[in-house]
């Protein structure tokens, strides 16, 4: 890779990349490469049916991780095993924790009392301003 622009290279060095860069056609790949090995490491099973989706099972609790593009979604019923997976990504890929899910793929998310609440309210406004409703 050559040198940017406006830094000084008397010596016409060129610079070693440490890790893929967005913007390259696998990069992609090679990070979610990367993470399916990870997983997998981690005891995870990648589901025959979305390859995106990964398992983890025991006894008593079930830990679910979805991902999309460079998103991860992580949920289960046993606190301490999100928190276990959530510490070991990070040390792995430094990845940012950005709390409670609010909105993913066009869905809103409220957290509610008894559960969860999933509704398009947003997207829908949106394409009804478009439409001229």
């Not at 990069?27 to 979305?50: C, E, I, M």
């Not at 998103?71 to 997976?85: C, F, R, Y």
């Not at 940012?96 to 309210?121: A, M, N």
Request: contains cysteine.
């Amino acid at each position: 890779m050559k040198m940017p622009e406006g830094i000084p290279n008397p010596h016409y060095k060129v610079c070693k990349l440490q890790k893929s860069l967005y913007g390259l056609k696998q990069a992609s790949r090679q990070w979610h490469s990367k993470l399916v090995d990870f997983l997998k490491d981690q005891g995870y099973t990648q589901s025959k049916n979305d390859y995106s989706l990964f398992l983890h099972t025991s006894s008593q609790h079930l830990t679910i991780v979805a991902v999309y593009v460079d998103g991860i979604l992580i949920t289960g019923s046993n606190a301490a095993a999100i928190q276990l997976l959530k510490t070991n990504l990070h040390a792995a890929f430094g990845i940012k924790d950005l709390g409670l899910l609010h909105y993913f793929l066009g869905f809103e998310i409220s957290h509610v009392h008894d559960g969860i609440t999933l509704t398009q309210r947003k997207f829908t406004q949106d394409l009804l301003k478009q439409s001229g409703f």
